[in-house]
């Protein structure tokens, strides 16, 4: 019954994109290259994990690597500088986390086109701009795409709301934009890129302690998650060996500013909820998500980043 105004959503989509290819609206092009990390799927497909691998990545190998993003779950959307002492509720859970987690620029806004101005006006010295969602964001022209999907697909291959597809997929190749599938999840089609993602062995919380997790094979704990699939988190950490007599699923980008244990269980959560919780429960316990990215993806995307490096007419990493 949602199919006809699924319809909407074609038209709405196909009219943005059109005023962009008749000129009325014109994208804007960076002096630096710019890599999207998004999807075409309505909610979490596991983008910012993506995302912190490339950063890492790209840094080791000589990028000075600048991040853009949308602060969801903010209050104010405008154009701002992430720091490491700002709050969630005005940079948004993830970016917050990035900057954190990978140290670089990183910088948000609703219109991502000046969130990346604004970075390059602070810090031209960058010459690497990964924008943390924003494929459908054609305002600003980016180089290189990198769809995530996880174990959902395209599910029934429907747009909103008929569906969970944001814009149609597969997308038309773009002249000049160099496309990529990435699959998070353990369903995938043949000869696919696909990240393995685990948790790491060692958990540490707000207080500046690291603990094996191994430690709490033997006692009840209980766990949070405020992402879009808790029950990932839940699972994983049961897989580890830990006994959650408690679990705390939370809505994605959930403020947690309110929330409180009401027992005395050692809490578990995800790195994107620490950023939130460790200002007010600092014992709490964090175990990061390791994204392994394959290799021959990154090879791929640094030869296209040195030639789109030279056509910017940006010294080479």
Not at 79 to 107: R, T
Request: net charge neutral.
């Amino acid at each position: 019954m949602l199919w006809p105004i699924s319809l909407l959503t074609w038209l709405w989509v196909q009219g943005q994109h059109g005023l962009y290819r008749i000129g009325w609206r014109t994208a804007l092009r960076l002096n630096v290259p710019v890599l999207v990390v998004g999807n075409v799927m309505a909610g979490g497909t596991g983008k910012t994990p993506v995302v912190m691998g490339l950063v890492k990545h790209f840094k080791a190998q000589g990028w000075r690597v600048g991040v853009i993003a949308r602060a969801y779950g903010s209050v104010d959307e405008s154009v701002a500088e992430v720091q490491h002492e700002s709050l969630a509720d005005q940079a948004g859970d993830e970016p917050l986390l990035v900057k954190i987690s990978c140290d670089v620029p990183v910088f948000v806004g609703r219109e991502r086109a000046k969130a990346g101005l604004a970075l390059l006006k602070a810090y031209p010295d960058t010459d690497l701009i990964i924008s943390d969602d924003g494929m459908q964001h054609a305002a600003l022209w980016h180089d290189i795409a990198i769809c995530v999907f996880d174990d959902r697909n395209v599910g029934n291959a429907w747009l909103l709301p008929a569906g969970p597809l944001r814009e149609p997929w597969p997308r038309k190749p773009v002249l000049g934009v160099h496309q990529h599938v990435l699959y998070t999840g353990n369903k995938h089609p043949t000869h696919a890129w696909v990240a393995t993602r685990r948790l790491a062995t060692v958990a540490r919380n707000g207080l500046g302690e690291s603990q094996d997790l191994r430690d709490w094979s033997e006692q009840p704990v209980q766990a949070l998650a405020g992402i879009a699939k808790p029950e990932a988190f839940f699972q994983a950490l049961e897989q580890a060996g830990l006994k959650l007599a408690k679990r705390w699923p939370m809505p994605d980008h959930a403020t947690l500013s309110h929330w409180r244990a009401d027992n005395g269980l050692p809490i578990f959560c995800t790195e994107k909820d620490a950023v939130k919780l460790w200002r007010h429960v600092p014992s709490a316990w964090t175990v990061p998500l390791v994204c392994e990215l394959p290799p021959q993806l990154l090879e791929t995307l640094d030869t296209e980043l040195q030639q789109l490096s030279s056509k910017h007419g940006q010294k080479t990493a």
